[in-house]
């Protein structure tokens, strides 16, 4: 959402807008920044010319994260905690409406880092914006009998996913963090960014377009 392909200041400036109001209101926010598209060149460019082993790959990415971190910091500068998050475990105390994260060590991506943030902050719900509007029972792009999911047990959406993590893996959420939110109950829902519309329905409660990943569907 951040460098699709250019750094995106349409998406941040609207973004800004949207997080801004309801810190108006008196919510509280953590974003945490993904590597992108951006760490998938870097990480395609370092292995194109020199063979790379997936810590090195890893970092990479890692390193992506911190930079779009620091520009989301930039963009709420007025309202963010002054230190990015790195590590998930740390003690984090903070006061300011926003927190910005980013990636911790390889063998995850942020999507691990921002389960275990949540769980440090005892957080039990994730928004996960990326650009696809759902999860899928298949790729839609090349499986013309793909189906959307509105709500899935964590248990059956790591059966879609792989099981393992790679770097650059593009996956609706991250195999590691599957399982630790399955473990810790965690609920995931995974939302098109580019629709900031249909954000605010979901932070208001209302009829969203996306998908829930649930500990139990009740």
Same mark, same amino acid.
């Given at each position: 959402?951040?460098?699709?392909? *250019?750094?995106?200041?349409?998406? /941040?400036?609207?973004?800004?807008?949207?997080?801004? =109001?309801?810190?108006?209101?008196?919510?509280?926010?953590?974003?945490?920044?993904?590597?992108?598209?951006?760490?998938?060149?870097?990480?395609?460019?370092?292995?194109?010319?020199?063979?790379?082993?997936?810590?090195?790959?890893? !970092?990479?990415?890692?390193?992506?994260?911190? /930079?779009?971190?620091?520009?989301?910091? %930039?963009?709420?500068?007025?309202?963010?905690? $002054?230190?990015?998050?790195?590590?998930?475990?740390?003690?984090?105390?903070?006061?300011?409406?926003?927190?910005?994260?980013?990636?911790?060590?390889?063998?995850?991506?942020?999507?691990? =880092?921002?389960?275990?943030?949540?769980?440090?902050?005892? +957080?039990?719900?994730?928004?996960?914006?990326?650009?696809?509007?759902?999860?899928?029972?298949?790729?839609?792009?090349?499986?013309?009998?793909?189906?959307?999911?509105?709500?899935? &047990?964590?248990?059956?959406?790591?059966?879609?996913? $792989?099981?393992? !993590?790679?770097?650059?893996? %593009?996956?609706?959420?991250? $195999?590691?963090?599957?399982?630790?939110? *399955?473990?810790?109950?965690? *609920?995931?829902? +995974?939302?098109?960014?580019?629709? /900031?519309?249909?954000?605010?329905?979901?932070?208001?409660? &209302?009829?969203?377009?996306?998908?829930?990943?649930?500990?139990?569907?009740?």
């Amino acid at each position: 959402m951040i460098v699709p392909n *250019e750094i995106d200041t349409v998406f /941040l400036a609207n973004f800004k807008t949207l997080i801004l =109001d309801y810190v108006s209101r008196g919510f509280r926010f953590v974003l945490i920044a993904g590597g992108g598209k951006t760490a998938r060149r870097y990480q395609a460019a370092g292995n194109d010319v020199t063979p790379l082993t997936k810590d090195d790959m890893d !970092w990479l990415g890692i390193h992506t994260t911190r /930079l779009n971190a620091h520009l989301l910091r %930039s963009v709420f500068v007025h309202e963010a905690h $002054p230190r990015i998050v790195t590590s998930p475990h740390d003690d984090i105390n903070w006061k300011e409406s926003i927190l910005i994260g980013a990636g911790w060590r390889p063998g995850c991506s942020t999507d691990y =880092d921002a389960v275990l943030i949540a769980k440090n902050l005892s +957080i039990s719900k994730i928004i996960n914006l990326s650009n696809i509007d759902y999860v899928y029972t298949a790729d839609p792009r090349t499986n013309p009998d793909a189906t959307k999911i509105e709500n899935i &047990e964590w248990q059956e959406f790591r059966k879609l996913i $792989p099981k393992e !993590w790679d770097p650059g893996l %593009s996956s609706p959420f991250d $195999p590691i963090a599957a399982r630790e939110c *399955e473990k810790i109950g965690m *609920e995931v829902a +995974i939302l098109n960014g580019n629709n /900031l519309t249909n954000l605010r329905a979901y932070l208001e409660g &209302e009829v969203f377009a996306g998908t829930r990943i649930l500990p139990n569907i009740l």
